[in-house]
């Protein structure tokens, strides 16, 4: 997989660039059952349309027979942060992905046009990228911008103002996957759950080959390339 010196990247945030994919998933779940007052309902996400938080909810709202409100939504959203923000001050960590903190470092450095767009809302977003110790980037788009995955990624290329020729979307889960396929992006699997389906691989941001390229490479007006088999 090639990179070049005119690429956009866009990372997912959860599992990509922060360990955060078990807490949030458990504080989603409580946020949920808090607001609509029941623990019964399907969190077997991969079989819901869109993998977002605002995605979810209103399908799970929906599958329940109850109204799909901005109220509803908006008060997971609160209840969600609250829960979040106490965990998080309760001592509990939010560690960065191995090597990403210094991949987002290289780019705001070389001034390569990047951003995060992710299927979490963004007031949790912002305070999950805080906590895992990253400088907050220009372009964060989220579950408050678009219901859909690939809604949202469109958003935030759009906000940078690049063409989906140069997307580069950075992802850990199979909605990642899917996503970038329907957009016609390039995709970075990281992660073991989607080594198989990605153009370029990696476990994690330590790679010495990505890192390389990102920190030696990734200069204005320079072509930049690593290349790897997606395994």
């Known amino acids: ?52 938080d605002t995605g979810l909810l209103s399908e799970l709202l929906a599958r329940l027979g109850l109204a799909v409100t901005q109220k509803v939504i908006s008060d997971v959203r609160s209840v969600f942060f609250d829960k979040v923000s106490a965990y998080l001050e309760a001592g509990f960590e939010c560690l960065p992905v191995p090597g990403a903190i210094d991949v987002i470092a290289a780019l705001q450095e070389a001034e390569v046009p990047f951003g995060v767009a992710t299927g979490g809302w963004g007031s949790t977003a912002r305070l999950k990228l805080e906590s895992a110790g990253f400088e907050l980037p220009r372009f964060i788009s989220s579950g408050d911008d678009a219901i859909s995955r690939s809604g949202i990624m469109l958003h935030c290329l759009q906000q940078i103002g690049g063409e989906s020729e140069q997307a580069v979307y950075f ?49 204005p007006g320079a072509e930049r390339s690593a290349t790897g088999p997606a395994s």
């Open 1 to 52: 997989m090639q990179f070049t010196s005119k690429d956009i990247f866009i990372f997912d945030l959860d599992g990509t660039l922060v360990q955060s994919v078990e807490f949030d998933d458990m504080l989603y779940q409580e946020a949920i059952a808090e607001v609509i007052g029941t623990r019964s309902f399907d969190t077997n996400w991969e079989s819901y349309q869109h993998v977002t």
């Open 171 to 219: 992802g850990d889960g199979p909605w990642d996957s899917e996503a970038t396929k329907e957009l016609g992006w390039r995709f970075v699997g990281v992660g073991e759950r989607v080594q198989r389906s990605a153009d370029f691989a990696l476990a994690d941001f330590s790679d010495s080959t990505w890192l390389d390229a990102v920190k030696g490479k990734l200069t």
